[in-house]
C-alpha cells in the first residue's frame, strides 16, 4: 500500500516527505523511487513538515504504531484499512485536539512493484471532523476518480465483500493451478474460461444471473464424481461440498 500510495502522491503533485519502516531497508524500497523523501526507521515526526500522515501498516500493527508515533502540532492522520474503524484511531489521539483524525482506504488489492491505474480505484474517505473530510477529499481526488465518502460500518461491508470477491476468488484459481498441475495439465487451458467468468459476471446485473457449472444444474451425478476425485484431500473435498451446497441454496 505504502509503495503505491507514495509514488501516487508524487505523480499528481502531493509531495512526500518520507517514508518509515521498522526495517530501513524496506523504507528505502520505497524511497527509491521518490524524489526527494527520506527512509527512517524512527516514529518521532515531531520535526516533520508534512501535513498528513499515512498509517499504511497492517491491521495488527495498526493500534501499536499509532501509540509510538510523535507528530507535531496541527496535523492529520490516517489509516488506510479497511476493517479498522475511525473511534480505532481517534481513541489513540483523545488528548491530542490539535491532531484530526480520518480513513483513507483504497479499495483494491495491491501487490508490491507492480504498476495499477489508480485513476480507477475507489477511495473512501471518512472524518468526523467536516473540515479534515474535505481536506481527505480534495486528495483523494488528486489522484483518483472515484472518491466516496463511507462510514466505518460501510466500509467493514466493503471490505467483507472484498475478502470473497478478491482473496477466496484468487485462492479458489490457486487450487484449481495445483489440481491441474498435480494431474500433469497445463494451467493455462483454464484461461480463457476464468477471463471469460470474470467478464461475464462483471457485464451481468448480477452474477447469479450467469452462474454456470453442475451444482446450479443440479446434476448430482457430477458432483458425486468430482467428491470421489477429492477422496484423498478431506479439506478440499469439504470445500468443494459446501461451496456446490451454497450455490444450490441460493438458486433454492
Known sequence: MAWHLAKNFEANSLSVHAVYSRKITDAKTVTDELYHADSTDSLDFSESRSELFVLAVSDDALNKVARKLILPQGVTIVHT??????????GIFENRSDI?????YPLMTFTKYKEIDFSVVPICVESSDETTLIFLREIAERISGEVNVITSEQRKVLHLAA??????TNHLLAISQEITEANKLDYSLLKPLISETLGKALAAEHPADVQTGPAVRNDLETLKRHEKMLEDDTDLRNLYRKLSRSIQTFFA
Not at 81 to 90: I, P, T
Not at 163 to 168: D, T
Open 100 to 104: 484530526a483524525c480520518g480513513v483513507f
Open 163 to 168: 475478502v470473497f470477491a478478491c482473496n477466496f
Open 81 to 90: 484499512s479497511g476493517s479498522q474503524s475511525l473511534d480505532s484511531l481517534e
